[in-house]
C-alpha cells in the first residue's frame, strides 16, 4: 500500500488531507465495507449507520492523529465497534451467542487490518442481495447505488422521479426486507446465475438509463447516474470476468456514452443519430466497446445486451461508412424482439423496418396503443408513429401523433426538436 | 388522487422571446395540456397574467389593507397551474416532470386537500 502515513500538521491541511483521503476510500471502498460488515447480520442500514459514523471519526480523529497506513482497515475496524455497540444497546431480541457469532465474524477485519489489501470484496454477493427477486424490481437500481456507491437518498430521488422521502421509505423498506427475509449473501450457484445475474445488469441499466429518449430510439438517455453505473458495469465485469452478458451490456453503456457529445449541438440543440458526426464520438470508447463485444461472442452465450450493443455497433457502422445495414439492423431488432418483446424493441424494430422496406411496412409493425396502454403515455411511441406517418405522406395524423409526443416530453430540446419536425408538415 | 401542478417561471423570458419562440413555447404548453387530457388526468388549468396586474389583500387590525403586487417577490412567480387527476404522487411527479415550465422554471406539485364526502 502507497505510504499514506502522515505526522500530525497544522489542522487546516490536515483537515483537508483527512477529507481527501476519506473521500478516496469512500469512492473506492465504500461498498466493499458495507458488504463486509452486512454480510454476516444481514442489516445493510445498521452497516451503513456504523460506516457513516466511522466516517466522522475519521474527520475529527485523522487530522490530530495523522492519516493511517491503511485508511480501509481502519474504517472497517471503528465501524465493526459501533456496529456491535449499537446491536448491543438496542436491546434486540439477539441471542447472547447470536451475538458473540457477529462480533466474531466482524472480528475477521481487526485481522484484516495486519494485512492490507486482504478485505474480502463482497460487493458483488451486495449487488445479488440488492437485485433479489424478493426485493421489488423498481427499488433495485436505487438500492445498489445507496450501498455500493454510497449515494444518498435525495440525489437517487431525483433521477428516479420520486420525492426524496419517498425513496427514502422505499430504501428503507427493501433494507428491512433484506434483514427480516433472510436473504442470502452470496454470489448465486453457476446453474441459478444466468437469471439471477441478468437482475443485477438491469438493475445497473436501469440506473444508467431510465428509458430511451429520442425518436430514432438509437440513443440512451441522459441521467447524471451515468458514471456511477459505469463504474457498475465495470465492476461486474471483473468480479465476473467471462460472463457474456455483462461484458455486452459495458459495450452497450461505452456505445451510448461514446455518442454523449455528439447529440447536442453547441447551442444546446437536440441532434438525432443519422445527423450526428462521427467525428465528435469518442472513438476510443466505442474500440473499448468493440472488444469487449467480441470478447462476449467467443463466450458463446447471446442474450439481450450484446445484440443492443451490436444494433449500436450496426449504427456507428452505418454513420461512419455510409454503407446502409438495415437488412442486418432488422435482423438483430427480431433477434431481439424474440428473446425481449418489450414494446420499446418493437418501436425500434419498426423503425428499421421502415428504412429498409417502407414507411407502411413500418407502420404495420409497430406495436398497437390500444393493445398495450403503457404505450399511450410513451413518448418514443408517439415520435416514431408521427415519424412513420409522415414519411407515408398522412401528414394530419402525424401532426396528431407529433403533438402528443410534445406533451409527453420532459427534455426541452428534444422537444423543441418534435416541434421542428411538426412544424415541417405545416401546409402539406 | 387530485394534485395542482403550480408551475413558477421567471415572467420576464416571455418578453424577451422572439415571436417564433413565443410561439413554439404556447405550442409546448398546448401539446402537454393535449397529452394531459388525452391521459384522462386532466382536470383543470390556466395561465395567469404576469403579477405586475396582482393585487394582494389582507385584513391587518382590523383593517383591510389591499397592495398592488404578487405576495411574493421572487425571481420566479407563479405563472399558472394544472389541477390533474392520478393515481398517486409519482404519477404526478413524472407529469410535473413533462411540463414545459420544469424546464425553463419550477414546477412545485401539491395534492389537495379531500375533504371527507
Keep these: 500500500m502507497i505510504g499514506l502515513q502522515s505526522n500530525p500538521m497544522n489542522s487546516r491541511e490536515g483537515d483537508e488531507q483527512a477529507r481527501n483521503l476519506a473521500e478516496a476510500v469512500a469512492r473506492c471502498c465504500y461498498g466493499k465495507l458495507v458488504a463486509f460488515l452486512a454480510a454476516r447480520t444481514h442489516d445493510v442500514a445498521?452497516?451503513?449507520?456504523?460506516?457513516?459514523?466511522?466516517?466522522?471519526?475519521?474527520?475529527?480523529?485523522?487530522?490530530?492523529?495523522?492519516?493511517?497506513?491503511?485508511?480501509?482497515?481502519?474504517?472497517?475496524?471503528?465501524?465493526?465497534r459501533k456496529m456491535i455497540d449499537a446491536f448491543r444497546g438496542q436491546r434486540r431480541e439477539i441471542a447472547g451467542e447470536e451475538l458473540q457469532e457477529i462480533a466474531d465474524g466482524l472480528g475477521a477485519a481487526a485481522l484484516a487490518a495486519e494485512i492490507p489489501n486482504q478485505i474480502p470484496d463482497q460487493r458483488l454477493a451486495l449487488m445479488f442481495v440488492c437485485a433479489h427477486p424478493a426485493i421489488d424490481a423498481g427499488i433495485r437500481a436505487p438500492l445498489i447505488l445507496q450501498v455500493i456507491l454510497g449515494l444518498d437518498a435525495k440525489a437517487i430521488a431525483s433521477a428516479f422521479l420520486l420525492s426524496p422521502a419517498a425513496m427514502g421509505k422505499r430504501l428503507g423498506r427493501a433494507k428491512e426486507k433484506i434483514r427480516e427475509a433472510g436473504i442470502p449473501f452470496r454470489v448465486p450457484e453457476p446453474e441459478e446465475l444466468p437469471s439471477r445475474l441478468d437482475a443485477v445488469l438491469d438493475a445497473v441499466y436501469a440506473a444508467f438509463a431510465e428509458g430511451w429518449s429520442d425518436p430514432g430510439g438509437t440513443d440512451v438517455a441522459r441521467r447524471d447516474l451515468t458514471e456511477e453505473a459505469m463504474f457498475l458495469a465495470r465492476l461486474v465485469t471483473e468480479l465476473l470476468p467471462q460472463e457474456p452478458e455483462a461484458l455486452g451490456l459495458l459495450a452497450l453503456m461505452l456505445h451510448a456514452e461514446a455518442r454523449r457529445r455528439a447529440r447536442r449541438r453547441e447551442d444546446g440543440e437536440y441532434v438525432p443519430l443519422a445527423e450526428q458526426d462521427p467525428a465528435v464520438w469518442n472513438s476510443q470508447m466505442i474500440d473499448e466497446a468493440e472488444t469487449l463485444l467480441l470478447r462476449a461472442s467467443a463466450l458463446g452465450t447471446l442474450g439481450r445486451y450484446q445484440l443492443e450493443a451490436a444494433l449500436q455497433s450496426a449504427h456507428v457502422d452505418r454513420c461512419r461508412t455510409g454503407r446502409a445495414n438495415w437488412a442486418e439492423v432488422v435482423r438483430l431488432y427480431d433477434a431481439l424482439f424474440a428473446l425481449a418483446g418489450s414494446p420499446v424493441v418493437a418501436i425500434n424494430r419498426a423503425l428499421a423496418i421502415a428504412e429498409l422496406?417502407?414507411?407502411?411496412?413500418?407502420?404495420?409493425?409497430?406495436?398497437?396503443?390500444?393493445?398495450d396502454p403503457r404505450l399511450a403515455e410513451y413518448q418514443p411511441y408517439w415520435a416514431a408513429r408521427a415519424e412513420l406517418l409522415a414519411k407515408a405522406g398522412t401528414y394530419g395524423e402525424a401532426r396528431r401523433a407529433y403533438e402528443i409526443a410534445i406533451g409527453l416530453e420532459r427534455d426541452p430540446a428534444v422537444r423543441r426538436f418534435l416541434q421542428m419536425r411538426q412544424s415541417a408538415l405545416d401546409g402539406r | 388522487m387530485q394534485y395542482l401542478l403550480m408551475t413558477y417561471v421567471n415572467e420576464n423570458g416571455w418578453s424577451k422571446m422572439t415571436p417564433a419562440e413565443q410561439q413554439q413555447g404556447a405550442a409546448a404548453y398546448m401539446a402537454y395540456g393535449e397529452a394531459l387530457k388525452k391521459a384522462g388526468a386532466l382536470v383543470g388549468s390556466n395561465r395567469l397574467q404576469p403579477t405586475s396586474t396582482a393585487t394582494t389583500v389582507r385584513i391587518a387590525n382590523s383593517k383591510s389593507q389591499v397592495l398592488d403586487g404578487p405576495y411574493v417577490d421572487s425571481k420566479e412567480q407563479l405563472g399558472g397551474y394544472f389541477l390533474i387527476d392520478v393515481k398517486d404522487l409519482d404519477a404526478a411527479i413524472s407529469w410535473a416532470a413533462r411540463c414545459p415550465a420544469a424546464g425553463h422554471g419550477v414546477v412545485e406539485v401539491r395534492p389537495i386537500w379531500s375533504m371527507p364526502a
Design chain 1, 46 to 80: 445498521a452497516a451503513e449507520d456504523a460506516l457513516s459514523e466511522a466516517f466522522a471519526s475519521a474527520l475529527a480523529d485523522w487530522p490530530r492523529k495523522g492519516c493511517p497506513a491503511n485508511p480501509e482497515a481502519w474504517l472497517l475496524t471503528v465501524a465493526r
Design chain 1, 357 to 371: 422496406h417502407g414507411a407502411s411496412a413500418g407502420l404495420d409493425a409497430m406495436p398497437e396503443a390500444a393493445a
